[in-house]
């Protein structure tokens, strides 16, 4: 028996066939776009995503020569951040309301302003579907009245493949981390938020398991996927929980460093505990109950590396390969610190803690410095925001020991980021060969919900290797000198600072009525 996992991330769609011990005997990727209509506006095309994920999983198939009779169930992570809006029989009448889409950020605004305090006790910490939702009612009373239900980007294809109508919709509870309005101890939707929110709870989905048949392979599917009719899909889960369980991470003190789209950086916890002192520290259900994931990320941190690449450098997408290896060759015999350059990487607002109104930028700048300079300023500033995160969850779990820190994602293959980051922490950081640990996280929730493994812990030690792989050891002079610069990285992105901001994003936003 085979399982097909799929990853429908911000960038690209991924495929894979995944095999009983977790092996991965095929995979395809296919690079997904979006687009920039204007300042805080982003689109991708859902229709288009769900048509090539249909092509990608014939392409799949195909090219591993194995039966469709022989694929036991589908199981599909998503983008935890982005809604859409489904009616009574599963059309999409809002299109994807993408996590880069800045549109409804005064209602986040105003969700913090009035809840902030039950907000990080109640809820996983990290609201960017909640305001969307808000946002369509407020806005579009019409086209709200119309929508059954709201799911997120994996559960409107799954959704799709297994010809479900809006009254099935669904969610797993790994997905709830992104809302606004969950309770996470109880893994469900907290009624007393959505009431004081003012969240009509009918048009949320039913939460359900990760490893849940959720329905079957429709005619539909099956023709244009080249799968059996009848092909169990499973619920699936949120992208970086299913990486994180790929990778095994379900051990209380592992740590990884996602450097993706967004970056973020996790460590595994065996409780919640609110960071109400700081609320700085999110949290994600991991799909194994009673372990947590707590984490702070930079919401399109990654995406900063090829904004800065495409708009200030040039280059085109033929030429980027090239460009970032000149640039990381470049970058690499500057000092520590970028003589004295700090970059603020909040494009699309700071999330951790919250605080929309920041931006970003470049401070120091002199006429010496260089495009290298302004490369290696943005890599450091990632690891800085990340290394503010850890400080902060290590203050909430302090019996936590820390060994090293696993390095995943599309910039892990990056030698210079990887060397920062190891200078940065004071650790060594180990780089994960391979890159396609969710869709072997998506194999494990299909074979436990095909009942192969008795559960998700059986899954893990039958289907996860060891961790091997590059280790980048800390420069302690570096680590020293980074040290320096991180106060002055805090001190830059203070509340004060970010006044300044507010006037400026203020008029783009506009207020919450």
């Not at 506006?41 to 090539?52: C, F, G, P, V």
């Not at 950020?105 to 009035?114: G, L, Q």
């Not at 997120?152 to 799954?158: D, E, K, Q, R, S």
């Not at 890599?379 to 969850?393: K, N, T």
Request: charged share 25%; proline share 4%.
């Amino acid at each position: 028996m085979y399982f097909i996992g799929l990853d429908i991330g911000t960038s690209g769609l991924k495929a894979g066939i995944v095999d009983l011990h977790g092996n991965i005997i095929e995979s395809v990727y296919r690079p997904k776009k979006y687009v920039s209509k204007e300042p805080g506006r982003m689109e991708q095309d859902i229709d288009e995503i769900l048509t090539d994920t249909l092509k990608i999983v014939r392409d799949v198939t195909q090219k591993s020569n194995i039966d469709s009779g022989d694929i036991g169930a589908v199981a599909i992570d998503g983008q935890m951040g982005g809604i859409v809006g489904v009616d009574r029989v599963f059309t999409s009448i809002t299109g994807l309301d993408s996590n880069l889409d800045l549109q409804s950020e005064k209602y986040n605004i105003w969700m913090h302003e009035s809840f902030d305090n039950m907000l990080a006790r109640v809820t996983c910490g990290s609201p960017l579907n909640g305001q969307k939702i808000i946002k369509w009612k407020r806005e579009y009373p019409e086209v709200y009245k119309k929508i059954c239900r709201f799911v997120t980007l994996n559960g409107y294809v799954a959704g799709k493949m297994a010809g479900l109508k809006g009254d099935n919709a669904f969610i797993d509870y790994t997905l709830l981390s992104f809302f606004g309005f969950e309770n996470a101890k109880d893994l469900d939707w907290s009624y007393e938020l959505c009431r004081q929110l003012e969240v009509d709870k009918e048009k949320l989905p039913r939460v359900v398991p990760p490893f849940s048949i959720v329905g079957y392979i429709d005619k539909t599917s099956a023709d244009l996927s080249g799968l059996k009719q009848g092909t169990p899909v499973m619920a699936g889960a949120g992208d970086q929980p299913a990486g994180l369980l790929g990778m095994g991470i379900l051990e209380p003190g592992l740590v990884v460093d996602v450097s993706g789209s967004s970056t973020c950086l996790f460590v595994c916890v065996d409780r919640f505990i609110p960071d109400l002192k700081n609320k700085t520290v999110m949290y994600i259900p991991s799909i194994a109950k009673g372990i947590y994931y707590a984490f702070t990320y930079i919401n399109g941190g990654g995406i900063s590396l090829s904004w800065y690449v495409d708009n200030i450098i040039g280059r085109g997408p033929a030429e980027d390969k090239d460009c970032y290896t000149e640039l990381a060759e470049s970058a690499s015999h500057l000092p520590a610190g970028s003589d004295g350059l700090i970059f603020i990487p909040y494009f699309g607002g700071r999330q951790c803690p919250f605080d929309i109104r920041v931006r970003g930028g470049w401070l120091g700048l002199n006429w010496g410095h260089r495009r290298e300079h302004l490369y290696r300023a943005i890599l450091e500033a990632v690891a800085y925001d990340s290394y503010l995160g850890f400080e902060r969850i290590i203050e909430i779990f302090p019996d936590i020991k820390i060994s090293e820190i696993l390095s995943s994602g599309g910039g892990s293959r990056n030698n210079l980021w990887n060397q920062i980051k190891a200078d940065v922490f004071g650790k060594n950081i180990r780089r994960l060969e391979g890159f396609e640990y969710a869709i072997r996280g998506c194999g494990m929730i299909a074979a436990c919900g095909c009942k192969v493994y008795s559960d998700i812990h059986s899954a893990v030690s039958k289907m996860c290797g060891n961790y091997e792989g590059d280790i980048f050891s800390p420069n302690r002079e570096n680590n020293s000198i980074y040290m320096q610069f991180h106060e002055i990285f805090k001190n830059a992105i203070s509340r004060e600072l970010g006044k300044i901001f507010y006037g400026l994003l203020d008029v783009s936003i506009g207020e919450y009525q």
